[in-house]
């Protein structure tokens, strides 16, 4: 089975005890992408970034004096957003943090597809950031089905726990025979189910804990999984969707 989750906007980069394993899969697109951004004027990177003037400089300096392969730390420490915190790497004994390097797919708009201890560094480049790239219009054509390509090699079932913004990259590829299963977590409000917001974040973040402390290999087993009054609930799943009822 894989995990994929999103990529964080926050990102910290203190020395760890843990060194980085292998780099991202996509480095040649990655150096592609990094220099498609250090072109931008400081004007056309704010306009693409959509932030204060404090956070596009801190991105352009970043850009400009990025070293893909030196001063890279492995992606899962890297990472610090709701998701990631939830997920308390920290705490994990080698066997938990094994599981993740062997579960664990992070899609990013800027490396692809990572695992969790291959060598990343501080960046800004969400998917959904409109960068022309040559003959590309954006990301999403940028990427094509290349990461659909890598993440589906093995055939295994997919634990879908990104958001919308980065699971499309995947899902437009998707074939009949692919084991491709969505998480939701729902709340009913005035006869209406409705998407949990920002506890879903945090709910992701604490199924991926759970399954790499309980060594989750099924997906019946994560009808156990249990956190902020979210429990399974058989009667929303479906065959590629599960569903997780706050009640």
Do not use: C
């Not at 506890?199 to 402390?213: D, Q």
């Amino acid at each position: 089975m894989k995990i994929i989750l999103s990529p964080a906007k926050t990102m910290n980069q203190d020395p760890i005890s843990h060194k980085v394993e292998s780099l991202p899969s996509f480095m040649s697109e990655t150096k592609e992408l990094s220099e498609a951004v250090r072109k931008l004027s400081y004007a056309e990177a704010q306009e693409l970034w959509k932030v204060s003037d404090k956070l596009t400089q801190l991105n352009v300096d970043r850009f400009a004096e990025m070293n893909l392969e030196k001063s890279i730390t492995p992606a899962i420490f890297t990472y610090e957003g709701l998701v990631y915190k939830q997920i308390g790497v920290s705490d994990f004994s080698e066997v938990e943090l094994d599981y993740l390097k062997h579960h664990l797919r992070i899609i990013s708009g800027f490396y692809g597809l990572v695992k969790p201890m291959d060598g990343i560094t501080p960046y800004r480049l969400e998917m959904s950031n409109k960068l022309s790239v040559g003959e590309h219009k954006n990301l999403y054509q940028f990427w094509g089905d290349k990461i659909y390509q890598e993440l589906m090699t093995s055939q295994e079932t997919v634990l879908n726990l990104a958001s919308k913004e980065y699971s499309r990259v995947v899902e437009k590829y998707l074939q009949a025979q692919d084991n491709f299963v969505d998480v939701e977590f729902v709340y009913e409000k005035d006869g209406k189910l409705r998407q949990l917001g920002i506890n879903s974040k945090r709910a992701r973040g604490e199924m991926v804990r759970f399954m790499a402390k309980n060594n989750v290999q099924e997906l019946a087993e994560l009808k156990e999984f249990k956190f902020l009054d979210l429990q399974y609930s058989a009667e929303l799943s479906q065959d590629k969707k599960m569903v997780f009822l706050r009640k």
